[in-house]
């Protein structure tokens, strides 16, 4: 087979050909080099960048890469999409109405309504910490006697003369210990303990000594006119072992608490349940 030589001119066509060829023929560049593309591959998710803490509010701050999302971003809170009210197209937002002695965990999530369909990027999960508990102090025992010669003769000093001012200094898990004797006055609780730290009023177990007879603690109403004697308006309270008498109208009575009860008024526990009223004379 014979070969000719291709001339010069010849070439140099036929790469210009090929050229004009290569070119740009009116196509379109693929969509995510075009600018202001909505291609789901450009969008990122925002990035939590704080989260303020106080009251039972909390603040979370974020920040966003690239293409802001024209639907705005909602709050997910422990995994769960929040209210529509959460939503913004800020920076930040203010959730109220948190339990924050628990952890409460957000993360922030973009949408991309620009987008057909609509994309959704969801940030890091980010967490509170919750505030450290204040350990109870030490169990109390809290002496009343109505003369301070019983305290005396136990060899107990007793640190009031009043009941209602030692349910007054009580805190959750002390205990109110009467010296026997007559208490001739209405008793109220101020405020109640826990369910893991009661407060208790009790009676001093004793036969060393005696007050006019008396070896236990006797609340007595009968001279006091139309009144409840013992008055508790809170849970968490224990009432072990005194006698309640003279009441006009209710011996022992709690509004809103039940008063699961031994025999007649040995023992009455107040747990946090409920019963509208219990009366024992």
Same mark, same amino acid.
Do not use: W
């Given at each position: 087979m014979k070969t000719f030589p291709i001339h010069p001119l010849v070439l140099l066509t036929i790469a210009s050909i090929a050229l004009i060829g290569c070119g740009d023929s009116g !196509?379109?560049? $693929? %969509?995510?080099? #075009?600018?202001?593309?909505?291609n789901? *591959?450009?969008?990122? +998710?925002?990035?939590?960048?704080?989260?303020?803490? !106080?009251?039972?509010? %909390? *603040?979370?701050?974020w920040s966003q890469t690239g293409i802001a999302p024209e639907g705005g971003y909602d709050v997910i809170i422990n995994g769960t999409l929040a209210s529509t009210q959460?939503?913004?197209?800020?920076?930040?937002? +203010?959730? $109220?109405?948190?339990? =924050?002695?628990?952890?409460? @965990?957000?993360?922030?999530?973009?949408?991309?309504?620009? +987008?057909?369909?609509?994309?959704?990027?969801?940030s890091e999960q980010s967490c509170t910490t919750p505030p450290p508990v204040t350990p109870l102090?030490? %169990?109390? &025992?809290?002496?009343?006697?109505?003369?301070? /010669?019983?305290?005396? @003769?136990?060899?107990?000093? /007793?640190?009031?003369?009043?009941?209602?001012n030692a349910l007054a200094a009580a805190t959750p898990g002390d205990t109110v210990r009467l010296l026997p004797g007559i208490y001739r006055s209405e008793v109220a609780f101020p405020h109640g303990g826990t369910l893991s730290h009661p407060i208790? #009023?009790?009676? *001093? $177990?004793?036969? &060393? @000594?005696? +007050? !006019?007879?008396?070896?236990?603690?006797?609340?007595? @109403?009968? *001279?006091?006119?139309?009144v409840n004697c013992v008055t508790t308006n809170h849970g968490n309270v224990i009432i072990?072992? #005194?006698?309640?008498?003279?009441?006009?109208?209710?011996?022992?009575?709690?509004?809103?608490?039940? =008063?699961?009860?031994?025999?007649? &008024?040995?023992?009455?526990?107040?747990k946090g349940t409920t019963m509208s009223m219990v009366q024992t004379m």
């Open positions: !196509g379109e560049a $693929p %969509a995510d080099q #075009l600018p202001g593309s909505t789901q *591959t450009t969008f990122s +998710a925002p990035t939590i960048s704080g989260i303020s803490t !106080g009251g039972s509010q %909390a *603040t979370i701050s959460y939503r913004s197209t800020g920076s930040s937002m +203010a959730v $109220p109405g948190l339990d =924050l002695s628990n952890s409460q @965990c957000f993360a922030i999530e973009g949408r991309f309504t620009q +987008a057909d369909p609509a994309v959704l990027m969801r102090d030490p %169990a109390t &025992v809290l002496y009343v006697s109505p003369d301070e /010669a019983i305290g005396s @003769c136990l060899g107990i000093t /007793a640190d009031y003369g009043s009941i209602n208790t #009023l009790t009676h *001093t $177990p004793t036969s &060393v @000594c005696t +007050a !006019g007879g008396e070896r236990s603690a006797k609340v007595d @109403c009968s *001279t006091l006119g139309n072990d072992g #005194l006698e309640v008498s003279g009441a006009y109208f209710n011996g022992i009575k709690s509004d809103g608490h039940s =008063l699961p009860m031994a025999a007649g &008024v040995d023992t009455v526990q107040l």
